[in-house]
């Protein structure tokens, strides 16, 4: 080929390694330009600058294979290196970063040694937060990750190096959440908020109230969470933060995701719907894997799913398998199998399908990604219920529960609890009520209610009142099954059209004929 003649003519003149020097040096000069927080700011198109990025790809790939090679420039390929594995997580090819950043770390111990320069340090430091922020979203936030981020911290705490120490909080926060570690999480946002006090960094500032509100989300504070979102959303439009790596990343976008599944928690069902499908629609547009993916698995998908929207949710999910495996995203890939078999066990309990769904479950696991388990879990042994295997399911709920307690992970311990009450009366059916089953069922129902009005979350509360009415109704209680539910359905004026809604209203009818209670029926509309 013209390529290999050349570089045989190269070779002939003892030119090569000085033409391979000079287009290394040249694209890094390119990235050392183009990558700067003042470049940035002042492209115009975001478009532009990824669709320029992603041109140079194939010169930068063989750039820094040949500094990071025998005959290459040990300099140079620290420099370059840094710059490839950032540009990689900006461009969300997260599996390439993880092996560029991989091969750069150990090129760089056998240069360097054991060696305690400032230099060494901080290449060290560079690389191993660009490979800490990429294999959260490939391997998982496992200790691996953890182990990164907590030595990106101290490398950074012992160089003074406010930029990236902030950056390893954010680490640390963002892989204590996806694990399940929701105490862990808010913890780590509250001192990413204090550094961010500490050293006056307006912009930090105000990305720690979208910490804190993701993370007081899933810890159960719902109303401290909608403050802080609401308090991000303010000023996301024109943030522009300039921490290392995530530039490319929408704040907005993300935020708004996780204030779509906090308002339909908090019972504005249609406005949460309309406004995780606008999520979904500016990610794509935005060509951002780690965003579009992020925005399904944080709201689209979740809300399609509980609010019984199933073709919705069957093309969230074909969406985010087919993006995930683009980009090498592999645990989005297995959030995608766990959430398909959660949808296809609403129709199917067949033994070969709940196989399917635990090892969708195990994989997760594996990679030790917790977000979403809660919800996956309480589907999942609800499903081996209506299969026959009460105790298997109770075993899994109650398994679960224990988890959450012990990570603070409470977003959806009142769906937990109310499939825990659910299965436990599924031993005294044909049964008359009575016995110590239906008093421990009556007790995890009512802690149901009691844990959807603490977190405010009226959309949990109808589920828990409707599953609480129905018992009250089968005791003979019918007059306060009604009350209840009565008060439920009233403070939901969104979403009437779901099948919970109907459900509640399906008890109404019957309850108010038990106890004949002669009150208007409330209007779905």
């Known amino acids: 080929t013209t390529r290999a003649y050349a570089l045989q003519k190269l070779d002939d003149n003892g030119e090569r390694r000085a033409v391979t020097l000079n287009h290394a040096r040249y ?34 790939r063989a750039a820094l294979g040949w500094a990071l090679s025998s005959k290459g420039d040990d300099a140079l390929a620290e420099k370059l290196a840094v710059k490839v594995v950032a540009l990689l997580y900006e461009l969300s090819l997260v599996d390439e970063c993880c092996a560029w950043a991989r091969r750069a770390l150990d090129s760089v111990a056998r240069t360097h040694g054991g060696s305690g320069s400032t ?9 191993l937060a660009a490979l800490g922020a990429a294999l959260v979203y490939v391997n998982g936030p496992n200790r691996e990750t953890l182990a990164i981020w907590a030595e990106v911290l101290a490398l950074a705490i012992a160089l003074g190096d406010h930029a990236f120490e902030a950056r390893a909080l954010w680490g640390m926060w963002n892989a204590s959440q ?57 000023h996301s439009d024109t943030l522009q933060h300039g921490l290392p790596l995530g530039q490319s990343i929408d704040q907005g976008v ?23 499908e606008a999520c979904v629609a500016s990610a794509c547009a935005q ?16 809300l ?55 090892a969708a479950l195990d994989e997760l696991d594996v990679l030790e990604y917790g977000a979403q388990r809660a919800m996956l879990v309480a589907r999942y042994g609800l499903a081996l219920g209506r299969a026959g295997r009460r105790d298997e399911a109770i075993a899994a709920v109650t398994r679960a529960l224990a988890q959450c307690d012990e990570s603070g992970d409470h977003w959806y311990v009142v769906e937990l609890r109310r499939a825990h009450g659910e299965l436990l009366l599924l031993g005294a059916a044909g049964s008359p009520p009575g016995g110590d089953v239906v008093t421990d069922a009556e007790a995890c129902l009512t802690a149901a209610m009691e844990e959807s009005l603490a977190q405010g979350c009226r959309s949990l509360q109808l589920r828990a009142a409707t599953s609480l009415g129905q018992l009250w109704w089968a005791q ?17 004026s969104q979403g009437r059209d779901l099948e919970d809604f109907a459900a509640a209203q399906q008890l109404l ?6 106890s004949r209670v002669v009150t208007p029926r409330v209007d779905r509309q």
């Open 27 to 60: 694209f890094t000069g390119l990235l050392e330009r183009y990558m700067s927080a003042e470049a940035r700011s002042e492209e115009a198109d975001a478009d532009r600058w990824h669709s320029r990025m992603r041109e140079w790809l194939d010169d930068l």
């Open 119 to 127: 230099r060494h340090l901080r290449v060290r430091m560079q690389l």
């Open 178 to 234: 996806s694990s399940g570690a929701a105490r862990n999480a808010l913890a780590f946002a509250h001192r990413f908020a204090s550094l961010a006090a500490q050293t006056g960094d307006a912009s930090n500032d105000i990305l720690a109230s979208r910490l804190l509100g993701i993370a007081s989300h899933y810890a159960g504070d719902q109303q401290q969470a909608r403050a802080s979102l609401e308090r991000f959303l303010q």
């Open 254 to 276: 993300v935020g708004r995701a996780t204030l779509a599944r906090l308002l339909w928690f908090q019972g504005s069902r249609d406005e949460a719907l309309d406004l995780a």
């Open 287 to 302: 060509d951002q894997a780690i965003v579009t993916c992020y925005v399904l698995v944080e709201a689209e998908i979740p």
């Open 304 to 358: 399609a799913l509980l609010s019984g929207k199933r073709e919705r949710a069957a093309d969230a999910i074909a969406l985010l398998r087919d993006v995930s495996a683009r980009t090498g995203l592999g645990v989005s890939q297995a959030c995608a199998r766990a959430f398909d078999e959660y949808l296809r066990s609403l129709d199917d309990v067949s033994p070969e399908r709940l196989n399917a769904y635990r």
């Open 476 to 492: 003979g209680r019918a007059a306060d099954a009604v009350r209840l539910v009565e008060s439920a359905c009233a403070r939901l």
């Open 509 to 514: 009818d019957a309850a108010r004929v038990a």
